[in-house]
């Protein structure tokens, strides 16, 4: 990958596209990359909505290799949520067709002269941008279904939903998967209403056309990866149960050992882990929906994958990487409902997460009771079609808690955080940017990872100080979003100092690099540097005082995850 595509949609004749080259961003990508041009273009301080916002899109440096999970794209953009700089991520096919096609990143600048909305098609040869009203308010299943007859099947896109093009703050960036189905999502932070922002409805990849990616150094690389392989498969995050179950195995983990499980807006711990968890599992499987990730093409992840996937009545497959979430946050034990939110989640273009947090806040507002499921789906149709209550509920958690004078809100600087107590919430200033960079609140920086547990609720990581830990997971885990790989992997490396030596002598195989396991968490760390100058720069009196509009509260009977101030000043970040 050697240049940056840079769209600029400011002319009244429509967005205009040049290819550069990488420059100063040279040997940067995925996290890195995005991070450092965020960073040093977008002014400080800047509106999320305005010209001077940007949204870059970087696949990591695995990105169109044949190692695993290297199918990992990272999207920088100042928050609408937050107002501070984020970095979601998502596994995305788009990551391996921009790879082929030699683009290290995508960026969209400037502020649309006309209310057009755009669609943009890139292959090998040519860039077409065409304005597609027609398009307007189309769902991403439906603009997929749309985009189809002029496409085709052999393509990857980077889409918004309704709720980008109405630019709410808990809009997401759908990806599509290997059949085509916008099911993966750029979640955290708002980024679909930067796209919104832009005009843009869709990005069209089309790399068929591209010889693949070759290693540097074919002997390494593919000894290399028989090796990390191998340790994978010995971990506990990515070995027997993780290809058996996805992301479902985690949740008993959560609740038994780390105090995740909230339920009824933390009054309680949810009793119902196992049941959405690895026992939902078998109920899917029995219903054809594809579950062992030996076969689970469509979540892209092929070893070590991050979600289970659930048929709805049109045997469209949703992603289930919220129904542990919805589940526990809402209080109830039907994992198709579940299935069928995460669906509507991905038709909408909103993240589940977030929108998790301000559905139970609406339960708690009297809008509906816990518990109450039909309730639940309304509201996500309220809220994917743009009606006043919804947009209240789709600007996000902090937002319905101001609207309702709700007292309880578990959110930092208005980032919801569904499932957990907010781990942060005696953070100082200045220390927020590390805390909302990663893809999934139940996946921050390492602070609950540190006290990770099995399927059986029993520990296995390193024993360390609890900032040691935290420190060199958030490195680990910035890394492998560079690389444009599993965030598990970063837990994997930590534990088996051998799988961690494989994956160095793969990226160097691959890249032609000379990384170290000390270089290579560098990686992370100037990710983390970057986000963290940024957010220093331009948002100190933002940061001054936590945002949330409620009170941050622990678990009942479990306070194992809350940092003192000490303990947060050692961190790197």
Known sequence: MDKILRINVSSPEGPVARYEPLGAYAGLGGRALAAKIACEEIADGCHPLGPENKLVLAPGLLCGSPAVTAKRLSVGCIS??????????STAEAAGSMAGLGIAAIILEGKPATKNLYVISIDANEIRIEAENGLRMRTNYELIDALKPAYGDSISVICIGTAGEMRMASSTIAFTDPELRPTRHAGRGGTGAVMGSKGIKAIILNSNDVSPRKPA????????QKAFASGLGKHPLTGEKRFTYGTNTLHRS?????????????????SGAAVLGESACPTTQASGSQNNILSQTSSGENNSGCACLYPDMDNRLPASEAVWTSGGTWDFLDEETAGTLAFLADTYGFDALEISVSLFLAMEAGLFRFGDMEGAVRLMHEIGNGTPL??????????????YGLKILPSECEHARPLYEACFADKPAGRESGALQQQAPAEISGNLFHFYTDSAGQPFLRQKTRTEGMSERQAAAAAMDALGCSLLWAFV????PDTFVALVEMVNGFCGTRLTTGSLLEVGTLALKAEQEYTERSSSAMLSERNGAGTHVPLVGNDVNILGKDELNALHM
């Open 80 to 89: 609408p949520l937050t107002g501070l700089l984020k970095i979601a991520n």
């Open 493 to 496: 490396i930590l534990d088996q």
């Open 390 to 403: 919804g947009r209240i509920l789709g600007a996000g958690a902090a937002s319905v808690a101001k609207a």
């Open 254 to 270: 959560f609740s038994a050992f780390s105090g995740a499980g909230n339920a009824q807006n933390f009054r309680s711990i949810f």
């Open 217 to 224: 150094n074919p002997d390494l690389f593919l000894l290399a």
